[in-house]
Nanobody, 128 residues
Framework: QVQLVESGGGSVQAGGSLRLSCAAS????????MGWFRQAPGKEREGVAT???????NYAESVSGRFTISKDNTKNTLYLQMNSLKPEDTAMYYC?????WGSGGYCFRMGASDYRSWGQGTQVTVSS
């Protein structure tokens, strides 16, 4: 089991930036799929970005070019750099880890149900 703790959320105006962090402990392995998901009020949880073996990544179309996922294996920490934020990015953001591994694209296609460990979430609010 992996324990995940997110931080870095907050309120920002449109066009601003935030960096989310997710500290992992427990059964971590640099090859396991990890990702960021988000859920806005009244909407389903959706994948934002994933990272897999050899640091390969994949992004939702809505954030591609604006968000960057990265991982520091020496610190067991996952990051999400969010730039050019839009009001529609407002949501609770969750870090997740899987016991499966593959490319970033594979990790994204798996979907939320294949991620067994979840953080408590961190709120991101973007005002216009």
């Amino acid at each position: 089991q992996v324990q995940l703790v997110e931080s870095g959320g907050g309120s920002v105006q449109a066009g601003g930036s935030l960096r989310l962090s997710c500290a992992a402990s427990g059964n971590t392995d640099r090859n396991y799929c990890m990702g960021w998901f988000r859920q806005a009020p009244g909407k389903e949880r959706e994948g934002v970005a994933t990272i897999g073996t050899a640091g390969t990544t994949n992004y939702a179309e809505s954030v591609s070019g604006r968000f960057t996922i990265s991982k520091d294996n020496t610190k067991n920490t996952l990051y999400l750099q969010m730039n050019s934020l839009k009001p529609e990015d407002t949501a609770m953001y969750y870090c997740a880890a899987s016991l499966r591994w593959g490319s970033g694209g594979y990790c994204f296609r798996m979907g939320a149900s294949d991620y067994r460990s979840w953080g408590q979430g961190t709120q991101v609010t973007v005002s216009s």
